[in-house]
């Protein structure tokens, strides 16, 4: 099994790059993005129930390498770090060409590609699907619950307030939802191993046979037009006078947009 995860700004940091779009990730402190975790206790329980070999991969700066060494203490058996400054503001699709390469490099035998639903940094929900196409494979997204037999996967999911089985014959893909699989606590003795032995192998451009005009921001055609922070803007209004005015003043006012949430004529009330 191969899980894809990645390394996201905490959510109260998320200092972006005005004039390219890109977010500036060495200034914020780094995790491991939730619903990676998610898909990586799936694969730990199908570990547990059938046996096999974890690999965790991620592409990033070489600070990514703390997420790796969590997915050893959690339970993976190797990992693989993509790091490269050519890479740096690839965009979804640039970034599932290199999984894609990688995987088929260094781990060409897989059964099952698992990864999260989508990243809290950007919410495009769309490396996953990309890589499935990258790797020739059929995928599944927001998977909720999986059941593997003999080779074959069924899974169940919401999709537009229905309740969806699906079944696919491995190898395959599939995107695992926050709804189930829970993240365990990480145990001592997996923390031990995860920095005595971390068995983590680091690969750049030249390593995967990437052209590096083909990566980062020169390689992506996705183009950020702007960049902005939502502002909410409230008004306050203080009434005063006396408590039978003030009522009053706040019916005329405010009775219509009352009503309308509360679903009452507030005239015939009064």
């Known amino acids: 099994m191969i899980v894809c995860m990645k390394q996201v700004p905490m959510v109260t940091e998320l200092p972006w790059d005005a004039q390219t779009g890109t977010l500036k990730r060495e200034l914020a402190e ?3 993005n939730p619903a990676c975790r998610h898909a990586l206790e799936a694969a730990l329980q199908i570990k547990q129930e ?3 070999h974890i690999t965790a991969i991620t592409m990033g700066p070489p600070m ?3 997420i790796l060494h969590e997915a050893i203490a959690l339970g993976a058996d190797r990992c693989l770090l993509i790091s490269d400054r050519t890479m740096a503001g690839a965009d979804t699709l640039v970034t599932s060409f290199v999984l894609a390469r990688a995987i088929e490099i260094f781990c060409p035998d897989f059964d099952l590609v698992l990864a999260g639903c989508h990243t809290t940094d950007s919410e495009t929900a769309q490396v996953g699907p990309q890589l499935s196409e990258e790797l020739n494979i059929p995928g ?12 074959r996967l069924r ?3 919401e999709a537009d307030n229905f309740l969806e089985t699906l079944e696919m014959d491995l190898p395959g893909l599939i995107t695992v939802s926050t709804l189930n699989h829970i ?5 001592l003795a997996g923390l031990q191993d995860a920095f005595d032995e971390p068995n983590i192998l680091a690969v750049g451009a030249r390593d995967l ?3 590096e005009d083909s990566l980062g921001l020169s390689g992506s055609p996705t183009r950020i037009l702007d960049v902005f922070s939502p ?3 409230k008004k306050s209004t203080v009434l005063t006078g006396a408590p039978k005015r003030i009522v009053e003043h706040l019916f005329d006012r405010y009775g219509d947009v009352i009503g309308s949430a509360i679903r009452k004529d507030l005239k015939k009330e009064l």
Do not use: F
């Open 30 to 32: 780094g995790m491991m």
């Open 50 to 52: 059938h046996s096999g």
């Open 64 to 66: 990514a390498e703390e």
């Open 140 to 151: 599944i997204a927001n998977v909720d619950t999986l059941h593997l037999k003999n080779r």
């Open 155 to 157: 899974i169940q999911r």
């Open 183 to 187: 993240p365990r606590y990480t145990a």
């Open 209 to 211: 046979g990437i052209d």
């Open 231 to 233: 502002r909410s803007e």
